[in-house]
Every structure is written in structure tokens, then in C-alpha cells.
T-cell receptor, first 113, second 114 residues
Framework: DAKTTQPTSMDCAEGRAANLPCNHSTISGNEYVYWYRQIHSQGPQYIIH???NNETNEMASLIITEDRKSSTLILPHATLRDTAVYYC??????????????FGTGTRLQVTL | EPEVTQTPSHQVTQMGQEVILRCVPISNHLYFYWYRQILGQKVEFLVSFYNNEISEKSEIFDDQFSVERPDGSNFTLKIRSTKLEDSAMYFCASRVGQLNEKLFFGSGTQLSVL
């Protein structure tokens, strides 16, 4: 699976959009970009994933650059409850029964008043 | 939204003792996982399980670890003889099937080995 690079930490004011970047310059054509988050040592929570098109769901939007070497997770209106560690994970989808996720160190997002 | 349930939330044990961590995956899910997170470190994959057998395991998952799905609903992780370095938060996870990549995690069991 391709390696990802994320900033160690970021701050965001409540109500503002949080834009979390991820670099994955060695991504392969069949690798997806996944985002999970972990709120204060709870279990990781799935947010969104995509291959090359931008994706949006009720939690967030995922913007993937045309060359697929980087992406941005956007939380449109961050709240205090969005304070968490956000993980960008690149992996091949449907690789068989295992399909494990490999977590890095992620970005610690602090949402402030 | 359906949840993965883990019990107990905290487990304290003496070094050398056996522990069993329990998980109830979401009912229609077919793929099951255990991860662990040592305090301040990354979330690490331990093992995946499908069709009543281990699909993949990490180097961490040595002979002291075993998994079982004894009754079609529970999914357990057993550590036969705990070590101090087994102290960690253990997360169970499950997903529906091979084409659905969304992994659901439980809230974890904090294991403390004294």
C-alpha cells in the first residue's frame, strides 16, 4: 500500500471549514484513498473514501487532485465534536478476505471556540 | 446505526494470566478483525477472520494469541499468558463483505497487565 504524509496537527475555529491535506505521491492506479478518524481513543470511525472523483457524504467531502498524488478532506462546518485524529489511508480495494487497514500517525485536528 | 460491541471496557490482569476479550460484530457482517493501540502509538492490525478461519495475521499475533467465533455471534480474542507489553486498547472491527470497504470499529477494551 502507498505511503501517506499528513501534517501532525492542525487547528480550526468552530463553524469554519476544516481542510485536512494528505500527500500520497506513490499511489497506484488501483489504490483508493480512505479517511478515518479517532476521537479520543475511541475506535476509529470511517468517514469517506474515493478513487479519483471527488466524493461527498453527510460527514465530509473528499477532493482528490487530478494526478491523484494528494487529496484533501473537508469538514464543511467543524464543531468541537470533530476534534480527533484523522487518518488518510491508501490501499487497494477488494484485495481479498483480509483487506486490512494500515494506520499511520494521522493529523490531530483541534477545533476551538 | 448498528454498532460493534466490546466487553469488558476495561480489563486488569496479572502478568502470565489468560484473558479473553469479547466482541459482538454487527449481525450481517462476515469479516472480522482485531486491532490494538498501545498508549500514544498507532493503531496496529492484529488479525482478520472470515469463514471461521484466520485470513491474515500480523507479526504481533504470535502463538500466545488466538481468535474464535464460538457461536455465530461472538468473536473473541484470547491471550494465553499475558505480558506487560500486551497492555493496550484492543479494538474489534467488522464489515459486511468483500465489496464493502467500510470498516466498523467497536469502542475498545483497555487491557492493563500488571
Amino acid at each position: 500500500d502507498a505511503k501517506t504524509t499528513q501534517p501532525t496537527s492542525m487547528d480550526c475555529a468552530e463553524g469554519r471549514a476544516a481542510n485536512l491535506p494528505c500527500n500520497h505521491s506513490t499511489i497506484s492506479g488501483n489504490e483508493y484513498v480512505y479517511w478515518y478518524r479517532q476521537i479520543h481513543s475511541q475506535g476509529p470511525q470511517y468517514i469517506i473514501h474515493g478513487l479519483k472523483n471527488n466524493e461527498t457524504n453527510e460527514m465530509a467531502s473528499l477532493i482528490i487532485t487530478e494526478d491523484r498524488k494528494s487529496s484533501t478532506l473537508i469538514l464543511p462546518h467543524a464543531t468541537l465534536r470533530d476534534t480527533a485524529v484523522y487518518y488518510c489511508i491508501v490501499r487497494v480495494a477488494n484485495t481479498g478476505t483480509a483487506s486490512k487497514l494500515t494506520f499511520g500517525t494521522g493529523t490531530r485536528l483541534q477545533v476551538t471556540l | 446505526e448498528p454498532e460493534v460491541t466490546q466487553t469488558p471496557s476495561h480489563q486488569v490482569t496479572q502478568m502470565g494470566q489468560e484473558v479473553i476479550l469479547r466482541c459482538v460484530p454487527i449481525s450481517n457482517h462476515l469479516y472480522f478483525y482485531w486491532y490494538r493501540q498501545i498508549l500514544g502509538q498507532k493503531v496496529e492490525f492484529l488479525v482478520s477472520f472470515y469463514n471461521n478461519e484466520i485470513s491474515e495475521k500480523s507479526e504481533i499475533f504470535d502463538d500466545q494469541f488466538s481468535v474464535e467465533r464460538p457461536d455465530g455471534s461472538n468473536f473473541t480474542l484470547k491471550i494465553r499468558s499475558t505480558k506487560l507489553e500486551d497492555s493496550a486498547m484492543y479494538f474489534c472491527a467488522s464489515r459486511v463483505g468483500q465489496l464493502n470497504e467500510k470498516l466498523f470499529f467497536g469502542s475498545g477494551t483497555q487491557l492493563s497487565v500488571l
